[in-house]
């Protein structure tokens, strides 16, 4: 049984430009989560997907964008890259919409913005 | 919305000594509260979960943790330590989302 995966483990980037991590979920999960996590820090919510829709978000800006295909993957978009989005970028999957469902994480990927 | 505090940013204890992390947390309902763990570079390993029920939960590679309300503290423990908790440690709390603390970093003495 395949549990959460997530694509690129590692990526560089510089100020302004755009990127996209990718993130399936643990299998017969059809929810996905993103979380920030900067170093020496705890995840921060960034927003949550079900059914193809964005169903929550936390304290994020606008240049976070995502999204959720038919097959429950999902993608993490950051526009206009700063400095300070420099983190460990986690996804969590899900059986149902909802935080109060037990989420499972994958192994994240480290975002470096130079 | 809900929060968590966890007081020790690091605790070094020796193997074999017995452990206990602490969890505060703030939410207006019955809160779900977790315990993970993650080792460096990597992602969130779930030890525990509560959701309701017995007060005292066990989780995985011997760990506790008991919710007590009247405390809103939600304390991780293990009797004996083993080199390879050394680790990082979060408790999280979910309402709306999903709330994490700053984490515990755990150093185990040989």
């Known amino acids: 049984d395949a549990g959460v995966t997530q694509s690129p483990t590692h990526l560089i980037k510089t100020r302004g430009q755009q990127v996209t991590l990718r993130c399936s979920p643990k299998s017969g999960h059809d929810t996905v989560s993103w979380y920030q996590q900067a170093l020496g820090q705890g995840p921060q919510f960034i927003f949550q997907?079900?059914?193809?829709?964005?169903?929550q978000r936390g304290n994020f800006p606008d240049r976070f964008s995502g999204h959720q295909f038919p097959n429950y993957s999902s993608e993490l978009n950051v526009n206009a890259l700063l400095l300070g989005d420099s983190a460990l970028y986690l996804c969590?999957?899900?059986?149902?919409?909802?935080?109060?469902?037990?989420?499972?994480f994958g192994p994240g990927t480290r975002l470096t913005v130079l | 919305a809900q929060s968590v505090t966890q007081p020790d940013i690091h605790i070094t204890v020796s193997e074999g000594a017995s452990l206990e992390l602490r969890c505060n947390y703030s939410?207006?309902?019955?809160?779900?509260l977790f315990w993970y763990v993650q080792s460096p570079g990597q992602g969130l390993q779930l030890l525990l979960k509560y959701f309701s029920g017995d007060t005292l939960v066990q989780g995985i590679k011997g760990f506790e943790a008991e919710f007590k309300r009247s405390q809103s503290s939600f304390n991780l423990r293990k009797p004996s330590v083993h080199w390879s908790d050394a680790a990082e440690y979060f408790c999280?709390?979910?309402?709306?989302?999903?709330?994490f603390g700053a984490g515990t970093r755990l150093t185990v003495k040989p």
């Open positions: 999280a709390v979910t309402g709306n989302d999903m709330r």
């Open positions: 997907y079900y059914e193809e829709e964005e169903r």
């Open positions: 939410y207006g309902a019955t809160p779900y």
């Open positions: 969590a999957s899900s059986l149902r919409q909802g935080s109060t469902d037990t989420q499972y």
